[in-house]
């Protein structure tokens, strides 16, 4: 790939002060890395095809916690609580699962992010193989956590197993652009016994890798280890869990105590505001969670429970329930709520190569046209109100363009590499069948 230089009038490259570049450059070497990221007056000579785009550009962003190949089935049991709507409605669907129905739903999954700006997903779902076999060909990028979890057709110990051969032949992340990270996934510790948790975590800490866990999404949910351990939290601590990368989903029920242990191991938080208040979970500590320096990403959770993969509403929710639980309406401004879903969602994940428009990281990029009412007033604006426009007005409608490690894999709205309605007829068809 050549390097390539593009140019919007508004550049947000998601520093940590949420910085709004005028007349902005993103540059992108032969590698599909960030080169450079300044205002036109500063950029360094360059000679090579140049991209001028006319609204927007930022990073990709970065959907911290997903399930995404349960587009298969989205809508069902959408009314029961969520220990009910898994017992009797999502498991007993998954065991009729087959693995290019995986494949079908992740295609769908992934095509659905990209279309929203969402260049990046962490995933928790079965059949590693054809899920990153759908996300190499929609061109996206993943962190895959593959699930274990102990019920009665499935084996804690093989699914740790298999996870360790297949990061050990071939390694951590792979594919080009590095676009898939390999970890582990266990479920919770409400379905999978200690010494499972603490092999899991044996293996994870000797390779590096990420561990994606459910803690503490529902009150119920884990009395028996709360009542031996005092909290989720606390037992992974024990266990040594939190001492390698560990990104914790939902994270709703948290004591002041679990929050500084979470801190004090650099544990990330995936925060599902909308998964969360659909199933009535709860509203998770976002607030002192921030306060206490823990990274927090945001999640989307799956599109069965949610029902869909759009992060930025979850940006838009968590600024939302983040206010109205603080009774401040400055509690998360419209630039916390962005850097929530692009940097903080790599920072949760433990990635420095994604999630900002900075040299080295990765180029995965989103190009937001400003032909639409929510940027009527313009873009010659304060850079407050011009990301209040961007946040709580446009949101996804307007994302056109998607770049990830510098390739094109969404134009003009559409995905460049597969058939978005193809993928879609695909879907009903196994959904159809899902159903019996």
Request: charged residues 20%; hydrophobic residues 45%.
């Given at each position: 790939?050549?390097?390539?230089?593009?140019?919007?009038?508004?550049?947000l490259?998601?520093?940590?002060?949420?910085?709004v570049?005028?007349?902005?450059?993103?540059?992108?070497?032969?590698?599909?890395?960030?080169?450079?990221?300044?205002?036109?007056?500063?950029a360094?000579?360059?000679?090579?095809?140049?991209?001028?785009?006319?609204?927007?550009?930022?990073?990709?962003?970065?959907?911290?916690?997903?399930?995404?190949?349960?587009?298969?089935?989205?809508?069902?049991?959408?009314?029961?609580?969520?220990?009910?709507?898994?017992?009797?409605?999502?498991?007993?669907?998954?065991?009729?699962?087959?693995?290019?129905?995986?494949?079908?739903?992740?295609?769908?999954?992934?095509?659905?992010?990209?279309?929203?700006?969402?260049?990046?997903?962490?995933?928790?779902?079965?059949?590693?193989?054809?899920l990153?076999?759908?996300?190499?060909?929609?061109?996206?990028?993943?962190?895959?956590?593959?699930?274990?979890i102990?019920?009665?057709?499935?084996d804690?110990?093989?699914?740790?197993?298999?996870?360790?051969?297949?990061?050990?032949?071939d390694?951590?992340?792979f594919g080009?652009?590095?676009?898939?990270?390999?970890?582990y996934?266990?479920?919770?510790?409400?379905?999978?016994?200690?010494?499972?948790?603490?092999?899991?975590?044996?293996?994870?800490?000797?390779?590096?890798?990420?561990?994606?866990?459910?803690?503490?999404?529902?009150?119920?949910?884990?009395?028996?280890?709360?009542?031996?351990?005092?909290?989720?939290?606390?037992?992974?601590?024990?266990?040594?869990?939190?001492d390698?990368?560990?990104?914790?989903?939902?994270?709703?029920?948290?004591?002041?105590?679990?929050?500084?242990?979470?801190?004090a191991?650099?544990?990330?938080?995936?925060?599902?505001?909308?998964?969360?208040?659909?199933?009535?979970?709860?509203?998770?500590r976002?607030?002192?969670?921030?306060?206490?320096?823990?990274?927090?990403?945001?999640?989307?959770?799956?599109?069965?429970?949610?029902?869909?993969?759009?992060?930025?509403?979850?940006?838009?929710?968590a600024?939302?329930?983040?206010?109205?639980?603080?009774?401040?309406?400055?509690?998360?401004?419209?630039?916390?709520?962005?850097?929530?879903a692009?940097?903080?969602?790599a920072?949760?994940?433990?990635?420095?190569?994604?999630?900002?428009l900075?040299?080295?990281?990765?180029?995965?990029?989103?190009?937001?046209?400003?032909?639409?009412?929510?940027?009527?007033?313009?873009?010659?604006?304060?850079?407050?109100?011009?990301?209040?426009?961007?946040?709580?007005?446009?949101?996804?409608r307007?994302?056109?363009?998607?770049?990830v490690?510098g390739?094109?894999?969404?134009?003009?709205?559409e995905?460049?590499?597969?058939?978005?309605?193809?993928?879609?007829?695909?879907?009903?068809?196994?959904?159809?069948?899902?159903?019996?």
């Open positions: 790939m050549a390097p390539r230089r593009f140019t919007a009038p508004v550049v490259p998601a520093d940590p002060s949420c910085s570049l005028r007349d902005g450059v993103v540059d992108v070497d032969a590698a599909g890395r960030i080169a450079h990221c300044g205002p036109a007056a500063g360094p000579p360059f000679e090579g095809p140049v991209t001028a785009l006319p609204g927007i550009l930022l990073p990709g962003l970065v959907n911290a916690h997903a399930h995404s190949p349960m587009v298969l089935f989205r809508g069902q049991g959408g009314d029961l609580p969520l220990l009910r709507w898994l017992h009797e409605v999502i498991w007993p669907a998954e065991a009729r699962l087959r693995p290019d129905d995986v494949r079908t739903g992740m295609m769908l999954g992934s095509v659905e992010m990209l279309r929203h700006g969402v260049t990046t997903s962490a995933e928790m779902y079965f059949h590693g193989e054809q990153a076999d759908a996300v190499l060909t929609t061109g996206a990028r993943v962190l895959l956590g593959a699930p274990i102990e019920l009665p057709a499935t804690w110990r093989a699914m740790t197993t298999a996870v360790d051969r297949w990061i050990d032949a390694g951590l992340r080009p652009g590095q676009r898939i990270e390999l970890g996934g266990p479920h919770s510790a409400y379905m999978l016994p200690e010494k499972a948790l603490r092999a899991i975590t044996e293996s994870a800490v000797a390779r590096g890798a990420l561990v994606q866990i459910h803690v503490a999404e529902a009150a119920a949910e884990d009395a028996a280890q709360r009542a031996e351990y005092g909290s989720v939290p606390r037992l992974l601590a024990e266990i040594g869990m939190l390698g990368r560990v990104i914790a989903a939902h994270a709703v029920h948290l004591s002041d105590e679990d929050i500084v242990l979470l801190a191991h650099g544990a990330g938080v995936a925060h599902c505001p909308g998964s969360n208040a659909k199933l009535a979970s709860g509203t998770a976002l607030a002192e969670l921030r306060a206490a320096a823990v990274a927090v990403g945001l999640g989307t959770d799956g599109p069965a429970s949610n029902d869909d993969l759009d992060l930025w509403q979850e940006a838009q929710l600024a939302l329930l983040a206010r109205l639980s603080a009774s401040d309406c400055t509690a998360l401004t419209a630039a916390d709520a962005l850097l929530l692009t940097r903080g969602g920072a949760a994940l433990g990635r420095d190569d994604l999630g900002a900075e040299p080295g990281r990765w180029a995965d990029l989103v190009h937001v046209d400003v032909d639409d009412p929510a940027f009527a007033t313009g873009l010659d604006v304060p850079d407050e109100q011009l990301l209040a426009n961007l946040v709580w007005a446009a949101g996804s307007r994302v056109r363009d998607v770049w490690a390739e094109q894999v969404v134009a003009g709205g995905p460049t590499r597969v058939d978005r309605r193809a993928t879609q007829a695909a879907v009903a068809e196994a959904a159809t069948r899902l159903r019996g």
